[in-house]
């Protein structure tokens, strides 16, 4: 079974302009935090209202000066807080069901912003499992896993992978006699990364 790694938070961001309005799309970690807010804020502030656009359409989070309430939807509850004088919206504790699109409605008014948020599991920790070969000194490495697999020798060279039958990648592996040979996969994606434990060509390979 593969291992969960260690936590890592990243967030990337990139802005284009999608019919006048501008579009910054945000890549979060499960486990994670974001925040996004409007550019500018036009003074007095009487209400904000943060949508999130998924499957359907609901309140994030709101607020009215009237009232002086900030109200979460259910989805966000004791996860989300509210700035309500620069309308900067921070979640936490992140979610794949918080992927999707946010707007900003201020004094009832859409602002001219979406915050486009995929949000992503960490890639587990991989382990390596080894396959024998009919060749005594041929083995075969395999790394499961349906994204970037990275291998790598104990020379630090980039090795390339061939596509297994299953999601993953297999290396073939000769024995060179020296025994403090290793190999290790890297998985990545957009917010982590994380190395097997190093093969020895000494436990590949028995005298």
């Not at 109200?71 to 004791?78: C, L, T, V, Y």
Request: charged share 25%; hydrophobic share 30%; net charge negative.
């Amino acid at each position: 079974m593969l291992d969960v790694g260690r936590t890592l938070r990243c967030v990337f961001i990139s802005t284009e302009a999608v019919l006048g309005e501008e579009v910054k799309n945000v890549v979060g970690v499960v486990g994670g935090t974001v925040s996004f807010h409007p550019t500018k804020v036009n003074l007095p502030v009487t209400s904000i209202t943060w949508k999130h656009v998924s499957l359907s359409t609901v309140n994030a989070i709101e607020w009215d000066v009237d009232d002086g309430v900030i109200i979460p939807n259910q989805r966000f509850k004791d996860i989300t807080t509210l700035d309500e004088k620069i309308g900067q919206i921070t979640i936490t504790n992140l979610k794949v069901e918080h992927s999707g699109e946010y707007t900003i409605d201020i004094n009832s008014k859409q602002q001219g912003q979406r915050f486009s948020l995929e949000v992503m599991e960490r890639v587990p920790k991989p382990k390596i499992t080894v396959e024998e070969s009919s060749n005594p000194d041929v083995v075969y490495l395999i790394c499961e896993y349906s994204g970037t697999i990275i291998w790598k020798n104990s020379a630090g060279e980039t090795l390339e992978g061939n596509k297994n039958h299953k999601p993953g990648e297999f290396i073939t592996v000769k024995n060179t006699r020296n025994p403090e040979n290793y190999y290790t996969c890297t998985l990545e994606n957009a917010v982590s990364e994380e190395t097997s434990e190093p093969v020895y060509e000494r436990d590949l390979f028995k005298e």
